[in-house]
């Protein structure tokens, strides 16, 4: 069983929705959840920042940590065609070390 | 600023080269990183520094060797690659300790011929 598990897509929504993106992990230890970006050919550009469990909210990202479901999650409200790139969600269990779901592919259509 | 800077952006070298790749960051971190991705796969670690000593070494192939020559730069030296090596390979760097927001420079697409 991986580490982290993350649902590749591809998810395609029209402009305006609101996105859901998941992931589940295995190892209870993990306390830092990262979410990022990576637009094509490009390295990830960090989104979300969350330790332990709860919700943190930057303008229309939210990240929610579950940690008794062993959840993660980032919505995206309002979506636009910019938000279309690959998202991968991130966690550590000291902070040093991050293992990486495989990446869920995003395309939001005009 | 959370600008990590990479150079260069794309190298293609044949397998009997040597070549490296060089990561700068001037953000005060004390922990960097090196990764390799492959397409449409997650990035995969590589190379762990923390406060300039190497830390984690993920079993990765001796033709490839990290330099830390101070806390802002970071090196991947490269020799005897081969062609499965071809892949985008990422610099990061977080402040160190426990409990740090890791970024991620734009890469270097390398290609072995």
């Known amino acids: 069983q991986k580490e982290v598990e993350q649902d590749p897509g591809p998810l395609s929504v029209p402009e305006g929705a609101i996105v859901s993106l998941n992931c589940t992990y295995s190892?209870?230890?993990?306390?830092?959840f990262m979410w990022y970006r990576q637009y094509s050919r490009k390295g990830p550009e960090l989104l979300m920042y969350?330790?332990?469990?709860g919700n943190k909210e930057d303008g229309r990202f939210t990240a929610q940590v579950d940690k008794s479901s062993k959840y993660i999650s980032l919505f995206i409200r309002d979506s636009q065609p910019s938000d279309s790139a690959t998202y991968l969600c991130?966690?550590?269990?000291?902070?040093?070390?991050?293992?990486f779901g495989t990446g869920t592919s995003l395309t939001v259509i005009p | 600023d959370t600008e990590v800077t990479q150079t260069p952006k794309h190298l293609v070298m044949g397998m009997t080269n040597k070549k490296s790749l060089k990561c700068e960051q001037h953000?005060?971190?004390?922990?960097m990183y090196w990764y390799k991705q492959k397409a449409k796969k997650p990035p995969e670690l590589m190379f762990v520094?923390?406060?300039?000593?190497?830390?984690i070494n993920e079993s990765v192939p001796s033709r490839f060797s990290p330099e830390c020559p101070n806390s802002s730069l970071l090196n991947l030296h490269l020799h005897a690659l081969q062609p499965e090596d071809s892949a985008l390979y990422l610099c990061?760097?977080?402040?160190?300790?426990?409990?740090?927001?890791?970024?991620f420079g734009p890469g270097t697409r390398l290609t072995v011929t």
């Open positions: 991130a966690m550590s269990v000291t902070g040093n070390q991050f293992y």
């Open positions: 953000m005060g971190h004390r922990a």
């Open positions: 969350t330790y332990s469990s």
């Open positions: 520094y923390s406060y300039e000593k190497l830390s």
């Open positions: 990061a760097s977080s402040q160190g300790g426990l409990a740090n927001e890791q970024y």
């Open positions: 190892n209870s230890a993990f306390q830092y």
